[in-house]
């Protein structure tokens, strides 16, 4: 089965100024190409061969896990983002969100202090378990809390090539900004 990288859902230029254009194409056009075209080339010939992106993310490990766990983690990255927020979720989510940290603006800043004190590369998720609570769960590298046998509701990704033409070491900032990018609608679709 041939990976495809993801077809963006709103123009390059879309997020600015949260996300540059510049930092969209280079994320998007070479980093993510790349995990793609490497995930394509190490599942020839492996039992992966057919498998679907969560069945490797998984049952691998090593450089396999590697880039199928970017590839799945950036196809749930790039597509939670809209030029403009609705601000909040609304329905189920909001609900759950605010019986694990009480109200929406504390699950924020929960949120954030994961993202920001996670050292090195890596991702904070927001994840649901099978009864559908909420965590929030930091992944060093490649992780995705599918791994864990939890869903994966919003990502945020930690690395610097998310964030440094823009924001340059101050990754605290750009995670204050992604809220007004969030499309709450569609990551509500992933719970
Ligand atoms: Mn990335």
Redo the contacts with the bound molecule.
């Keep these: 089965m041939k990976h495809e990288l993801i077809v963006l859902p709103y123009p390059a230029n879309a997020l600015e100024p949260v996300i540059s254009e510049t930092t969209i194409n280079l994320?998007h056009g070479k980093?993510?190409a790349t995990y793609v075209n490497n995930l394509n080339n190490l599942i020839q010939g492996t039992k992966f061969e057919n498998a679907d992106l969560e069945t490797i993310v998984r049952e691998s490990d090593g450089a396999l896990f590697n880039n199928a766990g970017?590839t799945l983690n950036?196809n749930y990255?790039f597509t939670q983002f809209a030029p403009k927020s609705e601000g909040r979720p609304s329905g189920r989510l909001l609900k759950a969100i605010e019986e694990a940290w009480g109200s929406f603006e504390n699950f924020r800043s929960e949120f954030e202090t994961a993202a920001t004190s996670l050292f090195g590369s890596g991702w904070a998720w927001l994840a649901a378990d099978k009864e559908g609570k909420l965590q929030i769960t930091k992944e060093q590298n490649a992780g995705n809390p599918v791994a864990k046998g939890l869903k994966p509701i919003l990502g945020i990704?930690v690395?610097e090539?998310?964030y440094y033409l823009d924001y340059q070491n101050r990754r605290a900032d750009h995670l204050k900004e992604l809220w007004k990018i969030i499309s709450w609608a569609e990551v509500e679709k992933r719970y």
């Design positions: 994320h980093h993510l970017q950036h990255y990704d690395w090539h998310a």
